[in-house]
């Protein structure tokens, strides 16, 4: 099954709380009922930025934080029709469109239709640009067991490979937490585990752009 996220933002100078809201009361239900094709549809809002990121050592200062550069990503799955129908009914309203080549490593986390447990932590990857994509690949791969590893507190772990439109990320990964108590303090094993992730990575990621939403199941996965 394929799998399209769109990316979407309020206009410069909006109510960027008021726009989230109405996706979630008015743009996704009228998504989920116009593509009546798509098999599963999520709504993930920008809304769980936390006051310190989990991945912050203890006293290390905090980084500036600006806006979110997104305020959604709406999460589709079925066939190429039926995601084309998703992105022509959303038209300019979803800044960025991609076509993901979904890897599942872990799903523990029950996501029945509605409000979905925890935080979904998505990372918007650009990986080092002197690595072949096949190279990236491989090695953001060989990195998935030692997530699986280190981040004791996920309950879903899903790897993303952009395959196909314009963005200015080569992957997504998601990390959901059941709870924001396992989010903030089980991100880590331990520090021997947040040292290894952050070496591992220096191999092939070059910058990521992070977003901590809530997942709001439009329709839920057969």
């Known amino acids: 099954m394929a799998k399209q996220r769109l990316f979407l933002a309020a206009a410069p100078g909006a109510d960027r709380a008021g726009f989230r809201a109405r996706l979630l ?4 239900p009228a998504l989920r009922d116009a593509v009546p094709a798509l098999a599963a549809l999520s709504l993930d809002l920008v809304d769980a930025t936390p006051a310190a990121p989990p991945w912050q050592r203890p006293g290390e200062p905090a980084a500036p934080v600006g806006e979110p550069d997104h305020d959604a990503v709406l999460d589709c799955w079925g066939d190429d029709a039926a995601l084309r129908q998703a992105a022509a009914f959303l038209g300019d309203l979803a ?12 799903d523990e986390l029950p996501r029945p ?3 979905a447990p925890g935080v979904k ?27 699986l590893e280190v981040h004791v507190g996920m309950a879903r772990y ?3 490979w952009v395959v196909a439109g314009a963005a200015p990320f080569h992957g997504i990964a998601e990390l959901h937490f059941p709870s924001v108590e396992a989010m903030t303090t089980r991100w880590f094993r331990d520090a021997a585990g947040r040292a290894a992730i952050a070496h591992d990575v220096g191999h092939f990621l070059l910058r990521a752009t992070r977003l901590y939403t809530t997942e709001h199941v439009l329709k839920a996965h057969p």
């Open 25 to 28: 009361a008015e743009t996704g």
């Open 158 to 160: 899903v790897r993303d």
């Open 95 to 106: 800044r960025i469109a991609v076509r993901v080549e979904e890897k599942v490593e872990k």
């Open 121 to 147: 932590f998505l990372s918007l990857m650009t990986f080092q640009p002197d690595l072949p994509a096949p190279a990236a690949r491989r090695l953001w791969a060989h990195h998935a067991p030692l997530a």
């Open 113 to 115: 239709a509605g409000r």
